[in-house]
T-cell receptor, first 114, second 112 residues
């Protein structure tokens, strides 16, 4: 299995500012994923981050708004840039690990933009 | 394009009653299907996957390729089953290889 931690667990931010969310995995993983879960909605994949290459973004998400870093096999960051109230959401980090290739999730970062 | 549909946003049953959470999918390849569960104040966790064909906490789910469904069932619901349940599909090919796509979730409430 994989244990995933995220920081911060929650934050309240002002419009126009940026927030960087950190994700740490307790084992080396190839693929890491970032999801968004807006209030009352399902999880939406933002991007896939592989170590040593640029992140791959899903339709509707762009690098300028959600820059991602993946400096090594256990760590990734997601930045939410130039925030607006519509960015208020839970952001989840995820990775695949183990012999069964199970996908595990972090506890999430609850972001509120005022 | 891949799509996962969970028609019921809310589902309530009494303890001991059977429960079925519906999931239908749309995908041109041979996807892998999962059920994830999120209990109150806990993180999202895997409940079961179709290739395992196992029962977890009394839940089972069978992949029906003809009906493109992967419904989650339990013959006798317990109060501790109350949670949000997400059906998910993992793509097996193309540019979306390896990505996991989720349905909107079904909030299950089991009354005593």
């Amino acid at each position: 299995s994989a244990v995933i931690s995220q920081k911060p667990s929650r934050d309240i931010c002002q419009r126009g500012t940026s927030l960087t969310i950190q994700c740490q995995v307790d084992s080396q993983v190839t693929m890491m994923f970032w999801y968004r879960q807006q209030p009352g909605q399902s999880l939406t994949l933002i991007a896939t981050a592989n170590q040593g290459s640029e992140a791959t973004y899903e339709s509707g998400f762009v690098i300028d708004k959600f820059p991602i870093s993946r400096p090594n096999l256990t760590f990734s960051t997601l930045t939410v840039s130039n925030m607006s109230p519509e960015d208020s959401s839970i952001y989840l980090c995820s990775s695949r690990a183990g012999s069964t290739d199970t996908q595990y999730f972090g506890p999430g970062t609850r972001l509120t933009v005022l | 394009a891949q799509r996962v549909t969970q028609p019921e946003k809310l589902l309530s049953v009494f303890k001991g009653a059977p429960v079925e959470l519906k999931c239908n999918y749309s995908y041109s390849g041979s996807p892998e299907l999962f059920w994830y569960v999120q209990y109150s104040r806990q993180r999202l966790q895997l409940l079961l996957r179709h290739i395992s064909r196992e029962s977890i906490k009394g839940f089972t789910a069978d992949l029906n390729k003809g009906e493109t469904s992967f419904h989650l069932k339990k013959p006798f619901a317990q109060e501790e089953d109350s949670a949000m349940y997400y059906c998910a599909l993992r793509a097996d090919r193309g540019s979306t290889l390896g990505r996991l796509y989720f349905g909107r979730g079904t909030q299950l409430t089991v009354w005593p």
